[in-house]
């Protein structure tokens, strides 16, 4: 059975293009999002990047590319990316996602879904048992210290360990959200 892509949702009250900037700009990104310890981007080539992440003290490395951003006649924005890592000690080997950003009546509505393919056999999906719900809730956990950076003022780096609203993580995309573009 392949395991559920994750799906992390989140409102903003911020305006759209403050969200898409700190969530486009490498340097601001990585402040905010613990699945990160690093993002950069290649120069020379337009939206790639490459990323680090620590998770247990290993350090594994990656890259990545901006597939497409498209703004939709509602005010709405996508953007979608491809990921992948030849590092043997990543989990992950590659994957894509989405970022949707719609504006509602007092902010953003951010929605991120995103899946991905693990190595190392039937170990590797084993370990992604425990991994994807681990990852899931750092994706969550990033969100809401995102929404307390732009709501509050407050850089992530000062914020407590704690993300109040990081339970959400546990949701699969809702049924009635499921709409074909």
Excluded: N
Excluded at 118 to 124: E, K, L, V
């Amino acid at each position: 059975m392949r395991p559920k892509a994750l799906y992390v949702e989140t409102v903003i009250r911020t305006d759209l293009d403050t969200l898409w900037r700190h969530t486009q700009d490498p340097a601001l990104h990585r402040r905010w999002d613990l699945r990160f310890a690093d993002i950069s981007t290649v120069a020379g080539h337009d939206g790639h990047f490459r990323y680090a992440s620590r998770f247990l003290g290993v350090t594994v490395t990656g890259v990545g590319v901006s597939a497409a951003s498209r703004t939709w006649p509602d005010g709405s924005r996508t953007s979608v990316l491809r990921f992948a890592s030849a590092d043997p000690l990543s989990l992950i080997s590659a994957g894509a996602g989405f970022w949707r950003y719609t504006p509602v009546g007092d902010g953003v509505r951010f929605v991120t879904g995103f899946d991905y393919g693990t190595r190392w056999g039937r170990f590797g999906q084993r370990a992604d048992r425990v991994f994807r719900p681990l990852f899931g809730w750092m994706t969550a956990w990033s969100f809401d210290r995102l929404r307390l950076w732009l709501e509050t003022g407050t850089p992530p780096e000062d914020q407590l360990l704690t993300a109040p609203s990081a339970a959400r993580c546990g949701r699969t995309r809702p049924r009635a959200e499921v709409v074909a573009r």
